[in-house]
C-alpha cells in the first residue's frame, strides 16, 4: 500500500478514487508511566513516555486506516493527514486520514516496467476499461 | 524497566494494598453505613479487573507496545 501526504504519486497516475478513509486510536499509558512523565516535568526534557504514547498512537491509526483502504481494495492512500485532540489527562487521540485511490504506473517512470504494466487490465468508472501501456 | 522503576512500582503496589485493606476494614468498622463504601469499592474492583483482563488478552496493544518507541 502506498500512501502519501502529497495529492498524487510521482511514478504513478490515480485512476479511481475510492473515498475517504479513516483510522483513530486513543492511548494512555499506565499509571506508573504517568507518575514518571509527572515527575520528568519537574526536571525538564524529553518525556519520552509520552513520546512513546503518541508513536504508538500514530502507528496504530494509521494501520488502521492502510486496513481500511485495503477494505476497499485500494493500492494507495493520498492527500494523508494526523489529526489529535485531548480526550483526558495522560491520554491523546490521533485520528489519520486520507483519499483511497487505485494506481497505475506512469509510462515514464522508473519503476513502470513493460513487465509489470504488461496486459494489466485496470477498471475505470463507467464502462470502459482502460489497457495499461507497455 | 530498570530497577528503580520497578522498586518505585513495589512500593506503590503495596501502599495501594495496603490502602484498599484500610479503606475494606474502614467500612467494615462503620457497619451498617460503611456497606455503602464497601458496594462502591467492590464495583470500582470489578471493573478494574475486567480492565486488566481486557489488556491482557489485547495482542494488538501488545504489539505496538513492544515494537513502537519513537
Same mark, same amino acid.
Given at each position: 500500500?502506498?500512501?502519501?501526504?502529497?495529492?498524487?504519486?510521482?511514478?504513478?497516475?490515480?485512476?479511481?478514487?475510492?473515498?475517504?478513509?479513516?483510522?483513530?486510536?486513543?492511548?494512555?499509558?499506565?499509571?506508573?508511566?504517568?507518575?514518571?512523565?509527572?515527575?520528568?516535568?519537574?526536571?525538564?526534557?524529553?518525556?519520552?513516555?509520552?513520546?512513546?504514547?503518541?508513536?504508538?498512537?500514530?502507528?496504530?491509526?494509521?494501520?488502521?486506516?492502510?486496513?481500511?483502504?485495503?477494505?476497499?481494495?485500494?493500492?494507495?492512500?493520498?492527500?494523508?493527514?494526523?489529526?489529535?485532540?485531548?480526550?483526558?489527562?495522560?491520554?491523546?487521540?490521533?485520528?489519520?486520514?486520507?483519499?483511497?485511490?487505485?494506481?497505475?504506473?506512469?509510462?515514464?517512470?522508473?519503476?513502470?516496467?513493460?513487465?509489470?504494466?504488461?496486459?494489466?487490465?485496470?477498471?475505470?468508472?463507467?464502462?470502459?476499461?482502460?489497457?495499461?501501456?507497455? | 524497566?530498570?530497577?528503580?522503576?520497578?522498586?518505585?512500582?513495589?512500593? $506503590? #503496589? @503495596?501502599?495501594? /494494598?495496603?490502602? &484498599? !485493606?484500610? +479503606?475494606? *476494614?474502614?467500612? %467494615?468498622?462503620?457497619?451498617?453505613?460503611?456497606? $455503602? #463504601? @464497601?458496594?462502591? /469499592?467492590?464495583? &470500582? !474492583?470489578? +471493573?478494574? *479487573?475486567?480492565? %486488566?483482563?481486557?489488556?491482557?488478552?489485547?495482542?494488538?496493544?501488545?504489539?505496538?507496545?513492544?515494537?513502537?518507541?519513537?
Amino acid at each position: 500500500m502506498k500512501m502519501t501526504t502529497q495529492d498524487e504519486f510521482a511514478e504513478h497516475e490515480i485512476v479511481a478514487t475510492l473515498g475517504l478513509v479513516t483510522g483513530n486510536t486513543i492511548r494512555s499509558r499506565h499509571i506508573g508511566k504517568d507518575i514518571l512523565a509527572g515527575l520528568r516535568s519537574i526536571v525538564g526534557g524529553e518525556v519520552t513516555e509520552y513520546t512513546k504514547m503518541l508513536a504508538e498512537a500514530r502507528e496504530q491509526s494509521l494501520d488502521r486506516m492502510r486496513a481500511n483502504a485495503q477494505r476497499l481494495k485500494a493500492d494507495g492512500i493520498v492527500g494523508i493527514r494526523f489529526t489529535t485532540s485531548p480526550i483526558m489527562a495522560g491520554a491523546a487521540e490521533l485520528l489519520a486520514y486520507g483519499t483511497a485511490v487505485r494506481l497505475r504506473p506512469r509510462g515514464d517512470a522508473p519503476g513502470a516496467s513493460a513487465s509489470e504494466a504488461a496486459a494489466k487490465v485496470i477498471p475505470k468508472t463507467g464502462d470502459n476499461f482502460m489497457l495499461e501501456r507497455g | 524497566m530498570d530497577g528503580f522503576e520497578k522498586l518505585g512500582y513495589a512500593c $506503590l #503496589g @503495596l501502599l495501594a /494494598l495496603f490502602y &484498599i !485493606g484500610a +479503606l475494606v *476494614v474502614g467500612s %467494615i468498622a462503620a457497619f451498617p453505613f460503611g456497606l $455503602l #463504601g @464497601l458496594v462502591g /469499592l467492590v464495583g &470500582i !474492583g470489578v +471493573l478494574f *479487573v475486567k480492565v %486488566i483482563g481486557e489488556r491482557l488478552r489485547n495482542r494488538e496493544d501488545d504489539h505496538y507496545s513492544k515494537n513502537v518507541d519513537q
